[in-house]
């Protein structure tokens, strides 16, 4: 054996890539890729509405992309009957949801505080509203106003959004009621305040994130409602009415813009309710 031999620092010395630790695919690392696969494949749909707003499309059928274009928007207006569509969509969404709000609010503040005579009937007949199939909510609405000579047209479709509105308001807010400090509500009786001063001064700007949220929720599904709205629609046509409609000749890349639009808002009203949220939290 040589000096030479006996001075020559081992393998692992030389190589620093021998010292690393050979990586693992562990349960938390698949669950990590699993997550994103499914929030990639929740997002594509969206992705491929958002770029075929920029299709440079020759005609209607915008299926194949055929390069990029800023022209549609510009022209978001071309078609009135889809800009009337949008508008009515838009007008009865936000009076549905305001209206909702305004009820479910109270009836979560209810079953949040206090319990009462049939609160757990309520309770029953609320989560059943939400589990149950639109079709069968549809059909009965439509039966209803039938029976009650009713016209069917905005005002309908406004009164089935609100049934099935208001109980998605009154979980979220029955939530933040149950996991609200009483003691804040105490101080203020102690310093004199009245029972409504109370709720007004101190408890509703407490729960109004969790109001706001279920403002944006009714907003959401009253916006892309399909099937109760076919129902108690009459000749009225809203935006996913028209769409639907339009299929057999072929939907405009005015469609995609304005989805595109609409999911643009939706998304930045959850990112100012999640802002106000932790600002409230860090006050």
Request: glycine share 8%.
């Amino acid at each position: 054996m040589t000096a030479s031999t006996l001075q020559r620092p081992p393998a692992s010395a030389e190589d620093p890539a021998a010292l690393k630790p050979k990586r693992r695919i562990t349960g938390a690392g698949l669950l990590h890729v699993y997550t994103w696969m499914i929030i990639g494949w929740l997002i594509l749909p969206i992705a491929v509405m958002i770029a075929f707003g920029f299709n440079d499309t020759p005609g209607r059928y915008n299926q194949t992309w055929n390069g990029f274009t800023l022209k549609w928007y510009g022209r978001l207006f071309e078609y009135p009957d889809l800009t009337s569509a949008l508008l009515t969509s838009i007008v009865i969404a936000i009076v549905s949801s305001l209206l909702a709000a305004a009820l479910g609010t109270g009836i979560g503040y209810a079953l949040g505080r206090y319990r009462f005579t049939g609160s757990g009937s309520l309770n029953l007949v609320m989560f059943a509203t939400m589990s149950s199939p639109e079709l069968i909510m549809g059909a009965s609405l439509l039966s209803l106003f039938v029976s009650a000579g009713t016209g069917l047209g905005p005002v309908t479709i406004t009164i089935a959004h609100v049934m099935f509105s208001i109980s998605f308001v009154a979980v979220v807010v029955r939530s933040r009621v149950l996991t609200l400090d009483r003691s804040i509500e105490e101080a203020a009786y102690d310093l004199g305040a009245t029972a409504w001063t109370t709720f007004w001064k101190v408890t509703f700007p407490i729960i109004l994130p969790a109001v706001f949220s279920g403002v944006l929720l009714a907003f959401a599904l009253s916006i892309d409602d399909f099937i109760v709205t076919a129902f108690t629609a009459g000749t009225t046509k809203t935006f996913p009415l028209w769409i639907w409609g339009a299929t057999r000749v072929g939907i405009p890349p005015q469609v995609n813009v304005m989805g595109t639009l609409i999911f643009a808002v939706g998304v930045l009203g959850a990112v100012i309710a999640n802002v106000r949220s932790r600002q409230r939290k860090r006050d």
